[in-house]
């Protein structure tokens, strides 16, 4: 008879929530960079979980509409620096497109 092996965790959520605190945690003390993959430019999906938890409005404007159907604040991750491969803590915020932005600025 075959013994079963313990389970680390209670249960699959359990998991996916000890991963998720567990890279930010290596994220914030910079042994984790932010990307998802080797060479790829895209953040890693903890990533956005942990900004999106963080603010919950534009980082420029503040505003904060939810999309009727999602429910969602329909906000982008906008590097401060202008440096999309800087995916620090202070360099990364949530904001409206950048376009709304500039629209408001340029209004004739």
Known sequence: MLSRKKNRYCSNKCQAEF????YIDDWKAGRADGKRGVSMRTLSAHLVRYLRDRDKACSICGWNMKNPTTGKVPLEIDHIDGNSENNR????ALSVRIVIHYQQIFVI
């Open 19 to 22: 991963q998720y605190h567990s």
């Open 89 to 92: 803590d202070k360099t990364c």
